[in-house]
């Protein structure tokens, strides 16, 4: 094996249109495997068909985000997040909508993936945070306990000095930072993003290195839009100044 090449994708958040523009990118770029972050569904109304492509994928491996546990939390009636009240009735249409085929797939998603490539350990999670709170209910908040991206605070999570390189999404900002010998790198959400740009990152990984490519792919953002002003969702207005 020579180079092992791996892309990340993360924040679809209901983005059909951004998502096929990526992934038909990524098929023209010989990638071995993909690594989903999390957040797929959310924020934009295309739950069903993003999760049915990406389920139907057979070199994917996808782990949870915050919407994604906070519509499950919906659906089985369990507390939700306090701090997120006023965002219920949005994912409670979701949840209303989500094909029932999809919930054993969401609600079987690791929170976490470790690997190892050659002598390179790679860590991918929806966003860093103490090991403790890594299984913690939606309920609890886990994603925002750790604070905005920066060296500072993610030097202080304890057990992640071992891994070469840290994958996280959440942030809907592209990052790239290095803290300690850990590369931290976020390719930005791929679905929430003002210009006309699905973001993705792909990893190329050797025996001795390992290179970040930040990735920019053209798709119909006006096409998107135009059929999200057409969609009664709750908090569309909120939804659509995401894209002004």
Known sequence: MGIYRI???????????ALNAALNDIKSK?????????DMIGIGPYTNEVL?????LNNIEIITGNHDEAVLAILKKEPYPKSR???????EWIGERIDDSHIPELEKLPCVINLTIYHHHLHF???????????AHISEDPFDVTGLPSPEKFSVINDLDDFSLVCFGHDHSN??????NTTFFNSGSLGCYNQPYARY?????????????QQYVPYDLDTFVSELRKVSI?????????YD
């Open 7 to 17: 892309a990340v994708i993360t924040d679809i958040h209901g983005n059909i249109y």
């Open 30 to 38: 010989s990638v071995d495997y993909i690594y989903c972050l999390g």
């Open 52 to 56: 049915d492509v990406l389920f139907e």
């Open 85 to 91: 009240v006023d965002v219920m009735p949005h994912h």
């Open 125 to 135: 999670i929806h966003y860093p945070m103490q090991q403790k709170l890594r299984q």
């Open 175 to 180: 990052h790239q930072f290095k803290c300690k």
């Open 201 to 213: 990152g792909i990893i190329d990984i050797d025996k001795k290195d390992y290179h970040i490519w």
């Open 234 to 242: 709750p908090r569309k207005e909120i939804i659509l100044s995401i």
